[in-house]
C-alpha cells in the first residue's frame, strides 16, 4: 500500500482544486491513502522497518513503512561559487534574471532550476535558448504565460494557464466548462474513462486563460491548450476547431462547448 502526506489541504496545491480533487479520488480508488492538512514530525528506524509519525488535523498517527521518499522540492546550490562577488544579484529564490535570462551583470546569463522559476526540464531547455539567442546578439525573450505542467501520474494530470481561483483572484468574470473522459468513446475503447477536462475563460472575449486536464494521456493533449492560449484563441474558436472521432481531444472540443452549456454528450445547463 502507498500513504501520501500533504502539508496543504489538497494534493497538487498549485493545480487547479477541482482538477486535483478529481486525480486524488482516482488515486484513492487504486488504494493509495492520503492524509491531507498533515506534515511528517519525525522518521523512526527500527528492525522491522521505519515508522512515520504524522500530525494531522485528526492529532498524532502512526504509520508502518518499508520506504519512505521525501519530496519536499530543492534548492539551488549556488552560494560558494563567487557570483556575488562579480555582482550577481541572489535572492532567496535563486539567481535573478530578467526577460532575457541575463542576471543583474550584463554578459552573464543563468536558466534553470537556479533561476526560481519554473523547475520543469522543458522550461530550462527553452530558458536556454533564450539566454543562447540573446549572447549571440540576437533578441530573445521568454514568456512564462503559456507553459505546459505535466504530473506523471495515473491518470495523468496537465495544466496550461490559470487556474479558476488564479483567474477569479485577477479580477476576470470567469465562466467555466467541464467534460468528463467516461462517455467519450476513445477512452471507452480504451478502457480509461477517468477524468477530466476544464477550460477556464472569461466572459467578455471569451479568451481562453487556461486548460486543466486529469485522464489518458493528459501530458499530450495540453498541447493543443498551449497553443491556444500561446496564440490567445478565444473559447468559440476552440469551438470551431474540428476534432478527429474517435480522439482523446474531443473532451477539449466538449469541454469548450460547456463554457456556453452546449456540449453535444452532456446534460445541458
Excluded: C, W
Excluded at 506534515?39 to 498524532?60: F, L, N, S, W, Y
Excluded at 541572489?90 to 537556479?114: L, N
Excluded at 470551431?240 to 482523446?248: D, E
Amino acid at each position: 500500500s502507498t500513504m501520501v502526506v500533504e502539508m496543504m489541504p489538497e494534493i497538487l496545491p498549485l493545480a487547479d482544486a477541482e482538477v486535483a480533487a478529481e486525480l486524488r479520488k482516482s488515486l484513492a480508488r487504486q488504494g493509495i491513502a492520503f492524509h491531507l492538512d498533515s506534515r511528517v514530525t519525525a522518521v523512526d528506524r527500527r528492525e522491522e522497518g521505519m515508522v512515520v509519525k504524522i500530525d494531522g488535523p485528526g492529532g498524532q498517527v502512526d504509520a508502518a513503512a518499508d520506504v519512505v521518499l521525501v519530496g519536499v522540492g530543492r534548492r539551488p546550490v549556488i552560494g560558494d561559487i563567487g557570483l556575488e562577488a562579480i555582482g550577481v544579484e541572489i535572492t532567496g529564490h535563486g539567481i535573478s534574471v530578467d526577460e532575457r535570462m541575463q542576471t543583474t551583470v550584463p554578459g552573464i546569463y543563468a536558466i534553470g532550476d537556479v533561476t526560481g522559476k519554473y523547475q520543469l526540464a522543458h522550461v530550462a531547455s527553452h530558458q536556454g535558448v533564450v539566454a543562447a539567442e540573446n549572447a549571440m546578439g540576437r533578441s530573445s525573450t521568454m514568456s512564462y504565460k503559456a507553459i505546459p505542467s505535466p504530473v506523471f501520474t495515473e491518470p495523468e494530470l496537465a495544466s496550461v494557464g490559470l487556474t479558476e481561483v488564479q483567474a477569479r483572484e485577477g479580477g476576470y468574470d470567469v465562466v467555466v466548462g467541464t467534460f468528463a473522459f467516461r462517455p467519450l468513446g476513445k477512452a471507452i475503447a480504451m478502457d480509461q474513462q477517468e477524468g477530466m477536462v476544464k477550460v477556464v475563460s472569461e466572459r467578455k472575449y471569451g479568451e481562453v486563460l487556461g486548460v486543466h486536464i486529469v485522464g489518458p494521456h493528459a501530458s499530450d493533449l495540453i498541447h493543443e491548450a498551449v497553443a491556444a492560449i500561446e496564440l490567445e484563441a478565444t473559447v468559440e474558436e476552440l469551438q470551431r476547431m474540428i476534432h478527429g472521432h474517435p480522439t482523446l481531444p474531443e473532451a477539449i472540443l466538449e469541454a469548450a462547448l460547456d463554457v456556453d452549456g452546449i456540449a453535444l454528450h452532456k446534460a445541458p445547463r
